[in-house]
Nanobody, 131 residues
Framework: QTQLVESGGGSVQAGGSLRLSCAVF???????????MGWFRQAPGKEREGVAA????????YYASSVKGRFAISQDTAKNTLYLQMNTLKPEDTAMYYC?????????????????????WGQGTQVTVSS
């Protein structure tokens, strides 16, 4: 069974950086099994939103406009790990961050940051950015 375990969250001042990791357990890193992996976040009182996604076959990355230019998603298939490098953090980035994966191809690129497209989820790691 596939399991996703996030780490790397914490508290940081505005302008700082954090790198989140998502360890993948199970034979997930096969391009015939997992097509996309992504990072989502949920702030208190708000819906979960997509932050970044990566097509595991090619490494093509997609970002929400709110984080583009500040965050970078990457994968290390040898280590079965997904990363999210977060730079120039802002208080509005404060949220629980979740790693996700999908075992079906997403035909419409516009949906790569849509929560319902993903069927594997981690438990989340908290990121708090203070002003």
């Amino acid at each position: 069974q596939t399991q996703l375990v996030e780490s790397g969250g914490g508290s940081v001042q505005a302008g700082g950086s954090l790198r989140l990791s998502c360890a993948v357990f199970g034979n997930i890193y096969s391009t015939y099994y997992i097509y996309y992996m992504g990072w989502f976040r949920q702030a208190p009182g708000k819906e979960r939103e997509g932050v970044a996604a990566i097509y595991t076959g090619s490494g093509s990355a997609y970002y929400a406009s709110s984080v583009k230019g500040r965050f970078a998603i990457s994968q290390d298939t040898a280590k079965n790990t997904l990363y999210l490098q977060m730079n120039t953090l802002k208080p509005e980035d404060t949220a629980m961050y979740y790693c996700a994966a999908t075992s079906h191809d997403i035909a419409n690129i516009a949906r790569v940051l849509v929560e319902s497209e993903y069927n594997y989820w981690g438990q989340g790691t908290q990121v708090t950015v203070s002003s």
